[in-house]
């Protein structure tokens, strides 16, 4: 069971470790062109110096504004079902034990998958019309791989609560 419960934590760090990354790091979009590159992310653009991206502080920052909540809303509950999850192993009983943290993980999974859907059904709306033809990057695929990492914690929370 000890080693049941240090592969969970290392797999829920490790999640959680993607969500700050995909969240921070600059690189959701970016744009080759001969002179330069561009990198683009939910808060900046950037090559060698950083703005703010172009719609951020119109009427149609909606779909930017619902990707940056969800994903630092994902990346706060990530965190917080960890330490929900300490506080539980020595604290409840079995049975009662993972539940709370298994439904923290399971929000925080369905906040990821929103914020990664939604950047993907919209990036046009929100992009400056030089930047469209980029490509995703790093920061988009570190989102979409912190899906299922944190369904599959949040599932693996569920089954755990049964075990001794």
Excluded at 30 to 36: A, G, K, R
Excluded at 37 to 44: C, E, N, V
Excluded at 74 to 101: A, P
Aim: proline residues 1%.
């Amino acid at each position: 069971m000890l080693v049941i419960l240090v592969l969970i934590i290392l797999f829920h760090l490790a999640s959680a470790v993607l969500l700050f990354v995909a969240t921070i790091h600059n690189s959701w979009w970016v744009v080759s062109t001969s002179e330069d590159t561009l990198y683009s992310d939910l808060w900046y653009t950037c090559n060698e110096t950083c703005y703010s991206v172009a719609k951020s502080h119109t009427a149609d920052a909606a779909y930017l504004q619902t990707v940056q909540a969800t994903m630092i809303l994902s990346t706060i509950l990530c965190c917080v079902g960890f330490f929900v999850f300490i506080l539980q192993l020595f604290r409840l009983k079995q049975g009662d034990r993972f539940v709370f943290t298994a439904i923290i993980q399971l929000l925080a999974s369905v906040c990821v998958m929103v914020a990664a859907s939604v950047y993907t059904a919209q990036k046009d709306s929100f992009h400056e019309p030089r930047l469209r033809a980029g490509a995703y990057s790093s920061s988009y695929y570190l989102a979409w791989a912190g899906f299922p990492m944190t369904l599959l914690s949040g599932v693996m929370y569920l089954v755990l609560r049964k075990r001794k």
